[in-house]
Protein backbone atom coordinates (compact mmCIF):
# COMPACT_ATOMS: atom_id res chain seq x y z
CA UNK A 1 0.00 0.00 0.00
CA UNK A 2 1.58 3.14 -1.34
CA UNK A 3 1.19 6.16 1.40
CA UNK A 4 0.64 9.74 0.30
CA UNK A 5 3.25 11.47 -1.71
CA UNK A 6 3.69 15.41 -2.58
CA UNK A 7 6.38 16.29 -5.25
CA UNK A 8 8.78 18.81 -5.03
CA UNK A 9 9.64 18.38 -1.77
CA UNK A 10 11.38 21.87 -1.23
CA UNK A 11 10.27 25.02 -4.07
CA UNK A 12 11.49 28.65 -3.86
CA UNK A 13 9.76 30.92 -5.77
CA UNK A 14 9.79 35.17 -5.99
CA UNK A 15 6.76 37.29 -4.92
CA UNK A 16 4.06 37.74 -7.79
CA UNK A 17 4.88 34.39 -10.25
CA UNK A 18 2.83 31.06 -9.78
CA UNK A 19 3.12 27.71 -8.07
CA UNK A 20 1.70 23.82 -8.34
CA UNK A 21 2.36 21.69 -6.16
CA UNK A 22 1.03 18.09 -6.31
CA UNK A 23 -0.10 15.05 -3.62
CA UNK A 24 -0.73 11.41 -4.72
CA UNK A 25 -3.09 9.76 -1.79
CA UNK A 26 -3.01 7.23 -0.56
CA UNK A 27 -4.67 3.85 -2.44
CA UNK A 28 -8.46 3.66 -1.77
CA UNK A 29 -8.94 7.00 -0.89
CA UNK A 30 -11.07 9.50 -2.73
CA UNK A 31 -10.86 12.61 -0.38
CA UNK A 32 -7.96 15.19 -0.26
CA UNK A 33 -7.27 17.74 1.67
CA UNK A 34 -4.60 20.11 1.95
CA UNK A 35 -3.22 22.53 4.45
CA UNK A 36 -0.56 25.45 5.28
CA UNK A 37 1.89 25.41 8.03
CA UNK A 38 3.26 28.25 8.85
CA UNK A 39 6.79 28.12 10.91
CA UNK A 40 6.19 27.61 14.39
CA UNK A 41 1.97 27.29 13.57
CA UNK A 42 -0.15 24.38 13.36
CA UNK A 43 -1.63 23.52 9.99
CA UNK A 44 -4.27 25.84 8.30
CA UNK A 45 -7.42 24.63 6.49
CA UNK A 46 -7.45 25.72 2.77
CA UNK A 47 -9.74 22.98 0.68
CA UNK A 48 -11.09 19.49 0.50
CA UNK A 49 -11.82 17.65 -2.40
CA UNK A 50 -14.30 15.02 -2.13
CA UNK A 51 -14.81 12.62 -5.91
CA UNK A 52 -13.08 15.79 -7.99
CA UNK A 53 -15.56 18.58 -6.02
CA UNK A 54 -14.73 20.70 -3.53
CA UNK A 55 -15.98 19.88 -0.14
CA UNK A 56 -15.45 22.95 2.19
CA UNK A 57 -13.04 25.99 1.89
CA UNK A 58 -10.94 27.34 4.80
CA UNK A 59 -10.51 31.31 5.05
CA UNK A 60 -8.04 31.68 1.92
CA UNK A 61 -8.24 33.93 -0.83
CA UNK A 62 -9.53 32.73 -4.16
CA UNK A 63 -6.25 33.05 -5.44
CA UNK A 64 -5.04 29.71 -3.84
CA UNK A 65 -7.19 27.38 -6.05
CA UNK A 66 -7.16 23.00 -6.24
CA UNK A 67 -7.93 20.24 -8.48
CA UNK A 68 -8.60 16.85 -7.71
CA UNK A 69 -8.30 14.06 -10.79
CA UNK A 70 -10.28 11.04 -11.77
CA UNK A 71 -7.28 8.84 -10.02
CA UNK A 72 -8.12 10.98 -6.97
CA UNK A 73 -4.40 12.90 -6.96
CA UNK A 74 -5.01 16.57 -6.59
CA UNK A 75 -2.72 19.54 -7.50
CA UNK A 76 -2.39 23.16 -4.82
CA UNK A 77 -2.28 26.10 -7.26
CA UNK A 78 -1.18 29.19 -5.69
CA UNK A 79 -1.18 32.40 -8.08
CA UNK A 80 0.38 35.86 -7.47
CA UNK A 81 2.27 34.89 -4.55
CA UNK A 82 3.05 36.65 -1.72
CA UNK A 83 5.71 36.69 0.97
CA UNK A 84 3.42 35.31 3.43
CA UNK A 85 2.91 32.43 1.52
CA UNK A 86 6.20 30.71 2.21
CA UNK A 87 4.86 27.56 4.63
CA UNK A 88 4.77 23.93 4.21
CA UNK A 89 2.08 22.38 2.46
CA UNK A 90 0.46 19.76 3.29
CA UNK A 91 -1.77 16.97 1.82
CA UNK A 92 -3.86 14.30 3.44
CA UNK A 93 -5.85 12.23 1.93
CA UNK A 94 -8.93 9.85 3.47
CA UNK A 95 -11.70 7.15 2.95
CA UNK A 96 -14.71 9.47 2.52
CA UNK A 97 -14.88 13.18 3.38
CA UNK A 98 -16.39 12.30 6.64
CA UNK A 99 -15.82 14.91 9.78
CA UNK A 100 -14.25 11.41 11.90
CA UNK A 101 -12.29 10.25 9.01
CA UNK A 102 -8.50 9.53 9.68
CA UNK A 103 -6.93 11.84 7.59
CA UNK A 104 -3.12 10.07 6.02
CA UNK A 105 -0.68 12.92 5.73
CA UNK A 106 2.27 13.39 2.96
CA UNK A 107 5.43 14.51 4.12
CA UNK A 108 4.90 18.21 3.01
CA UNK A 109 6.17 20.84 0.26
CA UNK A 110 8.46 23.25 1.46
CA UNK A 111 7.73 26.66 -0.17
CA UNK A 112 9.81 29.86 0.00
CA UNK A 113 8.92 33.01 -1.64
CA UNK A 114 11.96 35.54 -1.96
CA UNK B 1 -17.33 28.88 15.34
CA UNK B 2 -14.85 26.27 16.92
CA UNK B 3 -11.40 27.08 18.30
CA UNK B 4 -8.59 25.04 19.71
CA UNK B 5 -6.02 26.29 22.81
CA UNK B 6 -3.08 24.59 23.16
CA UNK B 7 -1.42 25.74 26.79
CA UNK B 8 2.15 25.54 26.81
CA UNK B 9 3.98 25.60 23.54
CA UNK B 10 6.87 23.72 25.14
CA UNK B 11 6.52 20.90 27.70
CA UNK B 12 9.91 19.14 28.94
CA UNK B 13 9.54 15.61 31.07
CA UNK B 14 12.42 13.33 31.85
CA UNK B 15 12.29 9.66 30.40
CA UNK B 16 9.76 7.56 32.33
CA UNK B 17 7.89 10.73 33.62
CA UNK B 18 4.28 11.12 33.23
CA UNK B 19 3.54 13.24 30.06
CA UNK B 20 0.26 15.71 30.01
CA UNK B 21 -0.50 17.73 27.24
CA UNK B 22 -3.44 20.48 27.55
CA UNK B 23 -6.06 21.16 24.54
CA UNK B 24 -9.71 22.76 25.15
CA UNK B 25 -11.82 23.67 23.04
CA UNK B 26 -14.78 25.41 21.60
CA UNK B 27 -17.42 24.18 19.34
CA UNK B 28 -21.19 25.21 18.66
CA UNK B 29 -21.92 21.50 17.93
CA UNK B 30 -20.86 18.12 19.57
CA UNK B 31 -17.10 18.05 18.06
CA UNK B 32 -14.43 15.35 16.80
CA UNK B 33 -11.34 15.78 18.77
CA UNK B 34 -7.95 14.85 17.04
CA UNK B 35 -4.46 14.44 18.36
CA UNK B 36 -1.56 14.22 15.67
CA UNK B 37 1.98 14.00 16.29
CA UNK B 38 4.51 15.59 14.03
CA UNK B 39 8.34 14.43 13.69
CA UNK B 40 10.84 17.05 12.21
CA UNK B 41 10.26 17.18 8.17
CA UNK B 42 7.48 14.96 8.48
CA UNK B 43 3.96 15.12 7.82
CA UNK B 44 1.33 14.56 10.47
CA UNK B 45 -0.22 10.78 11.97
CA UNK B 46 -2.72 10.30 13.96
CA UNK B 47 -2.32 9.45 17.33
CA UNK B 48 -6.45 9.13 18.50
CA UNK B 49 -9.18 10.73 18.08
CA UNK B 50 -12.82 10.92 19.54
CA UNK B 51 -16.00 10.76 17.37
CA UNK B 52 -18.66 10.84 20.37
CA UNK B 53 -17.86 7.05 21.38
CA UNK B 54 -16.06 5.70 24.23
CA UNK B 55 -14.83 8.81 26.65
CA UNK B 56 -11.53 7.70 27.45
CA UNK B 57 -9.80 7.09 23.68
CA UNK B 58 -6.84 4.21 23.57
CA UNK B 59 -4.16 5.37 20.59
CA UNK B 60 -0.90 4.49 19.45
CA UNK B 61 2.21 4.27 21.03
CA UNK B 62 0.75 4.31 24.38
CA UNK B 63 -1.17 7.54 24.66
CA UNK B 64 -4.25 8.11 25.81
CA UNK B 65 -6.96 11.03 26.22
CA UNK B 66 -10.16 11.50 28.03
CA UNK B 67 -13.00 13.90 26.40
CA UNK B 68 -14.44 16.44 28.93
CA UNK B 69 -17.37 17.93 28.02
CA UNK B 70 -18.07 19.72 31.47
CA UNK B 71 -14.49 20.86 31.00
CA UNK B 72 -14.06 21.23 27.50
CA UNK B 73 -11.05 19.49 26.91
CA UNK B 74 -9.02 16.75 25.32
CA UNK B 75 -6.29 16.49 27.60
CA UNK B 76 -3.50 13.60 25.92
CA UNK B 77 -1.46 12.12 28.22
CA UNK B 78 1.42 9.31 28.66
CA UNK B 79 2.09 7.08 31.91
CA UNK B 80 5.99 6.76 30.67
CA UNK B 81 7.52 9.15 28.37
CA UNK B 82 10.19 7.85 25.97
CA UNK B 83 12.96 9.33 24.03
CA UNK B 84 11.47 8.71 21.09
CA UNK B 85 8.20 11.22 21.56
CA UNK B 86 9.76 13.75 21.38
CA UNK B 87 7.90 15.59 18.33
CA UNK B 88 5.77 18.50 17.93
CA UNK B 89 1.94 17.37 19.04
CA UNK B 90 -1.54 18.85 17.47
CA UNK B 91 -4.91 19.03 18.88
CA UNK B 92 -7.49 19.64 16.47
CA UNK B 93 -11.08 20.35 16.44
CA UNK B 94 -14.26 19.19 13.84
CA UNK B 95 -17.67 20.17 14.15
CA UNK B 96 -19.72 17.57 13.34
CA UNK B 97 -22.55 19.32 11.93
CA UNK B 98 -21.84 22.19 8.74
CA UNK B 99 -19.14 21.57 5.79
CA UNK B 100 -16.00 20.25 6.94
CA UNK B 101 -13.26 22.42 8.19
CA UNK B 102 -10.71 21.24 10.81
CA UNK B 103 -9.52 23.46 13.20
CA UNK B 104 -5.60 22.65 14.67
CA UNK B 105 -4.37 24.07 17.58
CA UNK B 106 -0.65 26.17 17.67
CA UNK B 107 1.22 23.04 18.67
CA UNK B 108 2.94 21.60 21.50
CA UNK B 109 7.04 20.98 21.49
CA UNK B 110 7.57 17.96 23.64
CA UNK B 111 11.05 17.39 25.28
CA UNK B 112 12.48 14.45 26.86
CA UNK B 113 14.90 14.70 29.27
CA UNK B 114 17.37 11.32 29.70
Known amino acids: ETGVTQSPTHLIKTRGQQVTLRCSSQ?????VSWYQQALGQGPQFIFQ???????GRGNFPPRFSGLQFPNYSSELNVNALELDDSALYLCASSSSGGRGDTQYFGPGTRLTVL | AQSVTQLGSHVSVSEGALVLLRCNYS??????LFWYVQYPNQGLQLLLK??????LVKGINGFEAEFKKSETSFHLTKPSAHMSDAAEYFCAVSDAGGSYIPTFGRGTSLIVHP
Open chain 2, 27 to 32: SSVPPY
Open chain 2, 50 to 55: YTSAAT
Open chain 1, 49 to 55: YYREEEN
Open chain 1, 27 to 31: SGHNT
